[in-house]
């Protein structure tokens, strides 16, 4: 198992910038594939990025992929979400998650395993 624990959220104004961060304990850290969802307020869980076991394999959701960039350092057990020129739309719960295997994109929240307790951003306009 893996246990994922978000941090970085805040309230922020249109325009800034934050980094969030999915630190992961438990099993070797390195094999799993790392995604990033989130959650507003009255909505579906929604897809921003996803990340494979190395650097090479990223992939982003339509909407977000100008702004968005996802990173991870395996040898600090640790994913990155850089969110850039945020928006008050970006508002939302911000979740990691992991699922074990090949990297594939994937999309569905019911595709991954282990999830962390999610962070908030609040971007004021």
């Known amino acids: 198992q893996v246990q994922l624990v978000e941090s970085g959220g805040g309230l922020v104004q249109a325009g800034d910038s934050l980094r969030l961060s999915c630190a992961a304990s438990?099993?070797?850290?390195?094999?799993?594939?790392i995604g990033w969802f989130r959650q507003a307020p009255g909505k579906e869980r929604e897809f921003v990025a996803a990340i494979g076991q190395s650097d090479s394999n990223r992939y982003y959701a339509d909407s977000v992929a100008a702004r968005f960039t996802i990173s991870r350092d395996n040898a600090q057990n640790t994913v990155y979400l850089q969110i850039n020129s945020l928006k008050p739309e970006d508002t939302a719960v911000y979740y990691c998650a992991a699922y074990y295997g090949p990297f594939r994109v994937e999309v569905d929240p019911k595709g991954y395993h282990y999830w962390g307790q999610g962070t908030q951003v609040s971007v004021s306009s």
């Open positions: 438990g099993r070797t850290y390195s094999t799993y594939n």
